[in-house]
Structure formats: C-alpha cells, structure tokens
C-alpha cells in the first residue's frame, strides 16, 4: 500500500510563486519516476512536468521555464516550485508515482491564480 500526501496549494495572484510537495509512504520498494498533472476545470488531465529516478525531467510547454520540479532523496518526496504564475494555471494538481510499474496518485491540491 503506498500512500501520497499533497500540500502547498492555494490562492496567489498573477506573477507570484506557490511551491506544491507530495511525500510518498508505505510499501516503497522503487520509484522509477514521479510527476505532476494538472486538472482545470472543463477541461482534461495534462502533464505538467515528470523526473525520473535518473534525474531526467520533462515539462510541458505552457509551463517550461516557469515550474521546477524536484525529488526523490530519503524523504521520497517530489516537489515543484512554480513561478511566475498565470491564471491558467489555475487547476487541481496531482501528483503521480511509478513504483514498480504501477502508478499512484496524491489527492489533488487546488491551486487557483487571481487577482
């Protein structure tokens, strides 16, 4: 059993900064890669930026050189400090991990984008 908390959304206004965490638990074995997705209302679930355990990352264009995603290490946690921030960066994101080829996802956390 493998249990994924999300913390550090909220509300922030245009240009400003949140940075979202998710702390793997339980039955933890291998972490091949770990992510986050983003969810705004209407419309689908799209990738926001995912890193493997090689230290490989990959980011979404609308996102690229805005959001850094960081993670693993002892605490198995993934993180992603987003910056400059718009309102269609206004969704629920979740994180998402691959362990041992099966995945796993955090609750979701809202973050919304207004002034």
């Known amino acids: 059993q493998v249990q994924l908390v999300e913390s550090g959304g909220g509300l922030v206004q245009p240009g400003g900064s949140l940075r979202l965490s998710c702390a793997a638990s339980g039955s933890i074995f291998s972490i091949n890669a770990m992510g986050w997705y983003r969810q705004a209302p209407g419309k689908q679930l799209e990738l926001v930026a995912t890193i493997t355990s090689g230290g490989s990352t990959n980011y979404a264009d609308a996102v690229r050189g805005r959001f850094t995603i960081s993670g693993y290490g002892a605490k198995n946690t993934v993180s992603l400090e987003m910056n400059s921030l718009k309102p269609e960066d206004t969704a629920v994101y979740y994180c998402?991990?691959?362990?041992?080829?099966?995945?796993?996802w955090g609750q979701g956390t809202q973050v919304a984008v207004s002034s």
């Open positions: 998402k991990v691959n362990i041992g080829g099966h995945n796993y």
